[in-house]
């Protein structure tokens, strides 16, 4: 039966898809490293992440978890920096590293065929790291460059800034880098805390892709047998100690044209009840394109290029968050605006043509996050991270497709409430 092309297809809504999240498989490795894996996809790739329990949580000194992570391919025992580099390019291969508030993370992405060939690198990295100094003394250099250079930028500031207020210099989430921080690092710091927190760590894998048939006997003999998960590592926690003030204005560059505006006040994490709610409110408010903060301060004042809403997604706790750059002149307008904002979401209900769109277009963002192997590991990680199930997944979903006009109002009672946001320009 041919198409009939001078018929348009029919238009479904994405809220009536039947959206479903495909389970992964769980495993343990003989040293007890648990593994989630998702086999799938056409191409005859995969990734492996191995997460670590070491993120800037665990460490007595400021920088040491980021440079630990950053250095762990930087030279073994065996291999120099190049040739560590080069084992990887050669079958061409791609292994990043990245370091978070919790965790840190050692990614491989890599032909399924080379898989066994790349591995024992990666696991080499894990065991037998030995942090050159000469390496060290690059890394501190280049580091102290990039700040001096991020210090001139009113963004980057405020990024600094308005975390500081929210949880304090002290808190993870809180905590930035100097100058005399990089400087201070030693060879020692790195080496104890790679002992302790990769060598001897707690770690889980997360894995996508096609993988070899003999894939659990491979990572069992690399990774397997590792010293890993033998202490108990739990997350320590840090008391926050927020800023007394709530209204900041920072002249950072006194011949700069515009400043660049930070809202945010606490939230609860992803445990609590309201925070799927809460991400349809975040979204007419300003967590897309078509927000109200969009219409109103990009579309109808032009008083910016992009604004935007988010809810922060760290494990213990969170922030909402607003975020924009404006000219110098209408940067104190662009706050009221916000304000504004907020004060029509307490006040009057959404209209239901708004609300439908929303749903479809995070129902529909939904599906496409979930658009291969490596975007559905990714979401089971978060889920693993944060000690949540698949049932966060489906409730998430209900929420969106049955919140009515009333709730969302009485969200933006309760958490859009001028008083409680801590407001920052950076000019």
């Avoid at 919790?102 to 992405?109: C, D, G, K, R, V």
């Avoid at 390496?135 to 500031?157: A, M, V």
């Avoid at 277009?361 to 291969?372: K, T, V």
Wanted: with cysteine; hydrophobic share 35%.
């Amino acid at each position: 039966m041919s198409l009939d092309r001078t018929k348009a297809p029919l238009i479904k809504d994405a809220v009536d898809f039947d959206i479903q999240l495909k389970p992964c498989q769980k495993f343990a490795l003989d040293n007890g490293v648990e593994v989630y894996a998702y086999e799938g996809g056409a191409e005859e790739v995969l990734s492996l992440e191995m997460v670590f329990f070491a993120g800037n949580g665990f460490e007595d000194k400021n920088w040491v978890a980021a440079a630990t992570n950053f250095l762990l391919k930087n030279g073994t025992n065996n291999k120099t920096a190049f040739e560590v580099n080069d084992a990887f390019e050669f079958y061409g291969a791609y292994m990043n590293r990245s370091c978070y508030n919790e965790t840190a993370t050692i990614n491989l992405h890599c032909l399924t065929k080379h898989f066994k060939e790349v591995l024992p690198v990666m696991s080499e990295l894990v065991s037998d790291a030995i942090f050159p100094e000469k390496e060290l003394e690059i890394y501190q250099q280049n580091q102290i460059q990039r700040l001096h250079l991020n210090l001139k930028k009113g963004d980057f500031i405020a990024n600094r800034l308005i975390d500081e207020y929210l949880f304090g210099i002290e808190h993870p989430y809180g905590k930035y880098s100097t100058e005399k921080d990089f400087n201070n690092l030693t060879r020692a710091d790195l080496v104890s805390f790679y002992d302790k927190y990769y060598k001897e760590g707690k770690c889980i894998l997360f894995m996508a892709g096609k993988f070899p048939s003999n894939i659990q006997a491979l990572l069992n003999k690399y990774i397997g047998s590792l010293p890993l998960n033998k202490k108990i590592i739990t997350p320590i926690e840090h008391p926050i100690h927020a800023a007394t003030e709530k209204k900041y204005s920072i002249i950072n560059d006194p011949a700069s044209v515009q400043g660049s505006i930070r809202l945010a006040r606490h939230f609860p994490n992803r445990h609590h009840p309201d925070f799927p709610a809460t991400q349809v409110l975040n979204n007419i408010f300003g967590g897309f394109f078509g927000s109200r903060l969009m219409s109103n301060i990009r579309e109808d004042k032009g008083y910016t290029y992009g604004i935007q809403s988010y809810l922060q997604n760290h494990v213990q706790q969170c922030a909402w968050l607003i975020s924009t750059d404006a000219g110098k002149d209408v940067c104190k307008a662009t706050i009221e605006e916000v304000y504004k904002e907020m004060k029509i979401l307490r006040e009057e209900l959404v209209e239901q043509d708004e609300l439908k769109l929303v749903k479809n277009y995070m129902l529909g963002s939904l599906l496409g996050d979930l658009d291969g192997p490596f975007q559905i590991i990714n979401r089971w990680k978060t889920y693993v991270l944060n000690d949540l199930t698949g049932d966060y997944f489906y409730n998430t979903i209900k929420v969106v497709r049955e919140i009515e006009p009333p709730q969302l109002q009485a969200l933006a009672r309760k958490y859009l409430r001028e008083e409680d946001f801590y407001e920052l320009v950076v000019y």
